[in-house]
């Protein structure tokens, strides 16, 4: 048999009150003795009135009260727009008035948190960056240029564009995209000399290296394990706005200078997603099969894999990539020194991190595809294929009678 579930306490609306509960009771009491006298075989046709009377008049009573505390809630609701224009009167329109209750990692244990943490933001260990072949001396520039282009009108409407379209949570600061977006009708110039200012130091200012942690559950793993919860970063959108802008510029080199990401790398790429790397591998397998030979998939899965990535891999590949020095400047400041903050059952609680680009931010992806194209440039056996998606590795490898299995761990493809 199935187990039996508790009932859920059934929720109150927003206008109700004490009164019209003790109404409520009455005109239910009334009710009932109105449709029981009315099951008797004998009846008196005058108190069977009286007891309809009494239960006509609650009834109309209770409606009354609630039409009444209807209205004078609603008054209040929008009576509170003065003091918060983002308060619940927006958020009712919004569709956003969910039941409250508190982050995950105020309701986690305090040893549990903490090895969540740990693994999810390891400490610095010393890590040497893999040797990534430079590219040939025809296609080496004679000196890279130190001009820094001056951040224009044109590059912050496109981020601004993007901005528009989205509606993720505020960061630290509270201040939602839709509201930043109508603001830089007025702070459009000051946002360009900043950002400007930034690129022409290296510089990433310290508040927008500050994240708020928020921990999702993942189904289907156990609760005190950290493999169970997936981390996300949310950062200020003046931050994620600046970030835009070296994205794009960082995608405008690799295109038109390079050298560029490799071809088999799909995932946070304009025109490179799921299905297509699900095509090219599905037109592999169709070409090694049709000429009568054997196909074996290797699917390798990065643990953590966004939090892990060492800077040094990113600062090696930057390299690699020829990106001009006053953005490979601003990405060192921008990895340095960052942290997450979160609610604990003990306050707030704050950790650095060591690794890795922060899930929620913009430059992130780029940033993975970035450090993780040099694994896609190493030289693979006769017959072998590698297609990467984000952070997933199929391999397929295409044999005619010997067969290549790479030590790698397997999963359904």
């Not at 009573?61 to 809630?73: H, N, P, Q, Y």
Request: proline share 7%; charged share 30%; aromatic share 8%.
């Amino acid at each position: 048999m199935p187990r039996v579930r508790q009932r859920s306490a059934k929720r109150q609306v927003y206008w109700w009150t004490a009164e019209i509960a003790q109404l409520r009771i009455a005109c239910v009491a009334a009710r009932r003795r109105y449709t029981r006298y009315r099951r008797r075989r004998r009846r008196d046709s005058a108190e069977e009135d009286a007891l309809y009377e009494v239960y006509r008049v609650s009834k109309e009573t209770l409606w009354l009260a609630i039409g009444d505390s209807k209205s004078r809630a609603r008054e209040e609701l929008l009576g509170s727009l003065d003091r918060d224009p983002w308060g619940r009167p927006y958020r009712w329109i919004r569709g956003k008035l969910r039941p409250w209750a508190p982050p995950l990692t105020q309701r986690m244990q305090p040893q549990l948190l903490e090895s969540v943490l740990s693994t999810l933001f390891p400490e610095r260990v010393g890590h040497v960056p893999p040797a990534i072949a430079s590219p040939s001396a025809t296609d080496s520039p004679e000196e890279e240029s130190t001009d820094v282009p001056e951040v224009t009108q044109a590059e912050t409407r496109v981020a601004v564009s993007r901005l528009r379209a989205k509606n993720t949570a505020p960061g630290p600061d509270g201040v939602p995209g839709r509201a930043l977006v109508l603001a830089l009708k007025e702070l459009e110039p000051q946002l360009r000399g900043l950002f400007t200012a930034c690129l022409e130091q290296g510089q990433s200012p310290s508040v927008w290296k500050e994240g708020r942690l928020v921990l999702l559950r993942k189904e289907g793993r156990p609760a005190d394990s950290p493999s169970a919860y997936r981390p996300i970063v949310l950062l200020d959108e003046a931050g994620k706005l600046f970030e835009r802008i070296i994205a794009d510029r960082l995608v405008s080199h690799l295109c038109r200078e390079g050298p560029d990401l490799d071809d088999n790398q799909f995932g946070f790429r304009c025109g490179r997603s799921t299905i297509d790397a699900i095509t090219r591998v599905r037109a592999l397998v169709e070409e090694t099969v049709s000429r009568g030979g054997v196909v074996l998939a290797v699917s390798l899965d990065i643990s953590n894999a966004f939090n892990t990535l060492p800077w040094s891999c990113i600062r090696e590949a930057l390299n690699y990539h020829r990106v001009p020095p006053y953005l490979r400047r601003t990405i060192g400041a921008y990895l340095e020194e960052r942290c997450v903050t979160y609610w604990g059952r003990d306050g707030a609680g704050r950790r650095v991190m060591s690794f890795g680009v922060p899930q929620g931010s913009v430059l992130g992806p780029l940033l993975w595809n970035i450090g993780y194209d040099w694994v896609l440039r190493g030289e693979l056996p006769s017959g072998a294929d590698l297609t990467c998606y984000a952070d997933d590795t199929p391999g397929g490898v295409r044999t005619g009678k010997q067969r290549w299995f790479p030590r790698l761990r397997c999963h359904k493809w």
